[in-house]
């Protein structure tokens, strides 16, 4: 049976949540290092779609 999350678990989880937002503002202002991760993505969706398709 799930729990109710504790007052240090929601504080731990806005951590994470704020460096994960953290880390993709310096993504987004980076050129370079955003069109990798685009392309990293498409890369991933790809071999989803391969694996979904597959019978």
């Not at 729990?3 to 989880?13: F, G, L, M, R, V």
């Not at 987004?28 to 069109?35: A, H, W």
């Amino acid at each position: 049976m799930l729990t109710a999350k504790s007052d240090e678990d929601k504080k731990w989880q806005a951590e994470c949540d704020m460096r994960t937002l953290m880390e993709a503002k310096k993504i987004e202002s980076d050129p370079k290092r955003l069109k990798a991760a685009q392309a990293m993505a498409k890369e991933k969706m790809m071999e989803a779609a391969k694996v979904a398709s597959e019978d």
